[in-house]
């Protein structure tokens, strides 16, 4: 979400006539994006502002866009005096107004108002892929999850109205694109506020329709607003991709309640059995995090349980990280920072042995891989398969003609942990 809204930026910049440089060092302008899911992602934000300190007095003006804008305010101009701007990500609309500003000498430039219905659509965003690009359908989020920040720096969940996103959509496969990545805090939560009314899976099936779409991919899942008229839409077209990111967080009950996540381990496993019994073989990724205060060792194992029983093709797992303003700040039995490093890193090796042998079991099979670039010294091209793996392969045709954004059978020849390796199945 945040790659997609610095194309959007970037492409108004560009549109007001700046143009972009190589190093920050040799920028007029730096604007840092920023993201504050996890202290830890806020803290590099502040340190790199330190680095550039010294060049503020050099004539460069600065400024901080997105989550960690939104969260800390005016309180950034204090921290890190050289900043000119602040703008959470509900006024990127007005993003051009600021830059005006900016370049009359204002020093004090904000954009902070939650208080919106406008999303941020324009027709200048800058894409650096031509084959594989984002379109945000949904912003904001409406759910107010005891851990997370989101509602309080994207404010509140708008739509976009489907006749623009298919606008847009239609518009990339005009100009030779073939996947599009439908993007938003909660995609299945979508509802277009035009007289049309379409929900998520009316909209998922129309983009898959667009000529000349190959892939359509989206993300992210809330497990509450994932319903079965989603996997039946993917089942009926193949350019809907093989992969679901549905993110469990936890798999206790208990702690699924504290966390505000509005389902139950069952409720969420009931999902998991749609996509298993369904017509094509999906792949299956979440998010979990460690260590919400009051998960005990009992919810702990329960998660690991859950590991074992839904067999993901991979996850994203995170130590719980307190976040300003949430629900979650004010609840007790916090656990230690140690112990959640130590449930960590048993959730990270519980995966890896489940991805290495999930991995295996592709061994001899033909994937069809989007060529997304070349590993010139190992002499492979990096695909990327429907399920969302990593699959480099070895081709006939060596690095003379470019297979960046050709679609190729491939046959899987090895597997890691994270990747498969391979060759290509057909001569071009
Ligand atoms: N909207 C999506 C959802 O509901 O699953 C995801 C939003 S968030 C940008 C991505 C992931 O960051 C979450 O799924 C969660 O696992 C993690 N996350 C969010 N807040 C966190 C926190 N305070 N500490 C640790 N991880 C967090
Ligand atoms: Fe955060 Fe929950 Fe909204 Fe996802 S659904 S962005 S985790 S509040």
């Known amino acids: 979400m945040n790659v997609h809204d610095s194309e959007k930026v970037i492409g108004t910049l560009l549109q007001q006539g700046y143009s972009q440089v190589e190093e920050p060092e040799d920028a007029g302008l730096v604007l840092y994006n920023t993201c504050s899911i996890r202290d830890k992602a806020e803290q590099k934000v502040f340190n790199r502002l330190q680095n550039f300190k010294r060049d503020a007095g050099k004539g460069k003006v600065f400024g901080v866009l997105g989550c960690v804008a939104q969260q800390e305010g005016e309180k950034i101009f204090d921290r890190a005096p050289h900043v000119s701007l602040v703008c959470g990500s509900a006024s990127y609309t007005r993003f051009g107004e600021m830059l005006v500003q900016l370049e009359a000498g204002n020093r004090r430039v904000t954009g902070l108002s939650l208080d919106t219905e406008d999303t941020f659509d324009t027709p ?63 995609v299945n939560s979508y509802r277009d506020p035009s007289p049309a009314g379409w929900d998520f899976a009316t909209l998922l099936a129309r983009v ?8 359509v991919r989206y993300t992210t899942s809330h497990p509450r607003d994932f319903v079965k008229s989603i996997v039946d839409a993917m089942d009926s077209n193949e350019v809907l991709c093989d992969h679901v990111h549905l993110p469990v967080q936890s798999g206790s009950s208990k702690v699924l309640a504290a966390m505000d996540r509005l389902y ?34 009992r919810d702990f194992q329960d998660t690991l349980d859950l590991l074992d029983e839904v067999q993901y093709d991979s996850l994203f797992s995170f130590k719980y990280s307190p976040r300003p303003n949430t629900a979650a ?51 492979q091209w990096i695909g990327r398969t429907s399920c969302n793996r990593t699959l480099n392969f070895t ?6 003609t470019s297979l960046v ?8 020849t090895r597997s890691g942990p994270n990747s498969l390796v391979g060759e290509s199945a057909t001569v071009v």
């Not at 081709?395 to 003379?400: A, L, Q, V």
Request: charged share 30%; aromatic share 6%; net charge positive.
């Open 124 to 186: 200048f965003t800058r894409r650096d892929n031509p084959h594989r690009a984002y379109i945000t359908i949904i912003e904001g989020c409406d759910k107010s999850c005891a851990y997370c920040v989101v509602p309080f720096t994207r404010g509140p969940e708008r739509s976009r109205t489907s006749e623009s996103v298919i606008a847009e959509a239609r518009g990339l496969a005009e100009r030779g694109y073939t996947e599009i990545q439908l993007l938003g805090q909660n």
């Open 208 to 215: 898959a329709e667009i000529p000349g779409m190959r892939r």
């Open 264 to 297: 139950t381990r069952d409720e969420y496993m009931r999902r998991i059995e749609w996509l298993k019994t369904a017509r094509r073989r999906y792949a299956l990724t979440t998010d979990i995090i460690v260590g919400f205060p009051g998960e005990t060792e």
């Open 329 to 379: 700040l004010a609840m007790e039995d916090r656990v230690a920072e140690d112990e959640k490093q130590r449930r960590l890193i048993v959730v990270q090796e519980k995966q890896r042995a489940i991805q290495i042998r999930r991995n295996a079991e592709l061994i001899g099979g033909i994937q069809e891989v989007l060529v997304e670039g070349r590993h010139q010294a190992l002499g």
């Open 395 to 400: 081709h006939p045709d060596i690095g003379e």
């Open 405 to 412: 954004g050709q679609y190729l059978p491939v046959r899987v």
